[in-house]
């Protein structure tokens, strides 16, 4: 039974992670090209925020109790956005940070590999005889 719950709790996870919109944009968001669109789409949360409070109020005067439950779904994506703001925006300094760093090392390991080469070139050409 167990098994089961937990078979169909990950095959929902990931039907939601694929179809629902604010999954895909935080997916692509999080990756490496996308880490630099983070706080741009904080943004996002703006129109999810007036939209759940857009339901609060159509609840509050009279309509359908079913529309604070899209007003909490509205309200957990925006916070979603709010959240993935500053996270891709450390993410996007910290793999900076990373590639600053392995940049001085790939120029100084191709400049040992050409001093390698060249020296020797010139050993294989002062023991054919040929100067």
């Known amino acids: 039974m167990f098994g089961f719950v937990l078979g169909v709790t990950a095959r929902m996870y990931y039907t939601f992670r694929r179809f629902m919109p604010t999954n895909i944009v935080l997916d692509a968001i999080h990756t490496r090209r996308g880490l630099r669109w983070g706080v741009p789409a904080m943004l996002l949360a703006v129109p999810y925020t007036l939209a759940a409070a857009l339901c609060v109020g159509l609840t509050n005067a009279g ?8 007003a909490l779904l509205l309200l957990w994506n925006a916070l979603k956005f709010l959240v993935a703001g500053p996270l891709t ?18 120029t100084v390991s191709s400049k040992d590999d050409q001093k390698e080469t060249a020296g020797t070139e010139s050993r294989n050409v002062s023991r054919s005889g040929v100067e």
Not at 63 to 70: E, F, V, Y
Not at 89 to 106: G, H, K, N, Q
Request: no cysteine; aromatic share 4%; glycine share 8%.
């Open 89 to 106: 925006l450390v993410r996007l300094l910290l793999v900076r940070a990373s590639e600053a760093r392995e940049r001085p090392r790939a």
């Open 63 to 70: 309509g359908s109790g079913w529309l604070n439950i899209l």
